[in-house]
C-alpha cells in the first residue's frame, strides 16, 4: 500500500515538530503561553491593552503581536504599557506558525517571564491547524458579528480551551443573541470555557485577568 503524503501534510508535521521544541521550552522555564485567535476586529489588541495595564505590575509579561502587515497592534501594546512587545509581520501569510514564534523568541528573555500572550492574524481558518506550543488557545468572539460563529469554524473552538465574548457592552444593538453564542460555543466543545467581556465599559475583565493570573501560578516554577 502506498502512503500519500501531501506537501500540507508535510508542512504540518515541521509545524508540530517546532511548537513541541516551544512548549518543552516554555514547560521548562514555568511560562503560561496563550495563543489569541479571532477574525479581524473583534477586539484582542483592546483586550491585550487592557490586560498589559492590570497585569504588568503582577506578573512579568510578553506580548507576541502577529499581523498581516504593519506593526501598528505591536505599538499600540508597548504604549499601554507592555514592556516586552514583539511584532511578527507576515507579509501576507494569514497565520503563524512556530517557526515565526521561534525566531520571535530569540530577543526575549524567557528566563524571566510568566506569561506569554501570542496575538494571530485575524483568521478563524488555518489558525486552527499551526500549534505554536501554547497551552491554551482563547478564541475572541464580538457581539458585532454572528453568534453562529462557532458553527462556522468548528474547528477552531474544538481547539481553543477559552472563548472570549467580547463587546458586551453592544448586546441589543444587532441580532446577535447571547444566549445562542454560548449554546452553539458549547455544542461544539463542550469543555469550553466562557468568558464575557467589554473593554469599553470593563464588564468582565476581572473574571479574564482571574482566569490568566491563576493560570500562570498553576504553570510556575517553585
Ligand atoms: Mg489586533
Ligand atoms: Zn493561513
Known sequence: ?????????????????LALANRERWQAQ????????????????????????????????AVIAGDVQTENDAKRIAAAGGRIVKPIVTGG?????????????????????????????GNLVCPAAYDLGED??????????????????????RRSSVVVINKIDLLGTSDFDL??????????????????????SAIGLEVWYRWLYDSCAGKRKH
Open 136 to 157: 491554551a488557545k482563547v478564541v475572541v468572539m464580538s457581539t458585532t458579528e454572528g453568534d453562529d460563529k462557532p458553527l462556522k469554524y468548528p474547528a477552531m473552538y
Open 1 to 17: 500500500m502506498t502512503e500519500k503524503i501531501t506537501l500540507e501534510q508535510k508542512v504540518l508535521s515541521e509545524n508540530d515538530r
Open 179 to 200: 444566549e445562542r453564542a454560548r449554546r452553539h460555543a458549547r455544542q461544539i466543545n463542550g469543555d469550553i470555557k466562557i468568558i464575557e467581556t467589554s473593554c469599553r
Open 30 to 61: 514555568g511560562i503560561f503561553v496563550i495563543n489569541l485567535v479571532s477574525s479581524p476586529g473583534s477586539g484582542k489588541t483592546s483586550l491585550i491593552e487592557h490586560t498589559v495595564r492590570a497585569l504588568n505590575d503582577k506578573i512579568r509579561l
Open 93 to 121: 501569510a494569514c497565520h503563524l506558525d512556530a517557526r515565526m514564534v521561534t525566531a520571535a523568541l530569540e530577543s526575549i528573555d524567557l528566563g524571566r517571564l510568566d506569561l506569554l500572550i501570542i496575538e494571530n492574524v
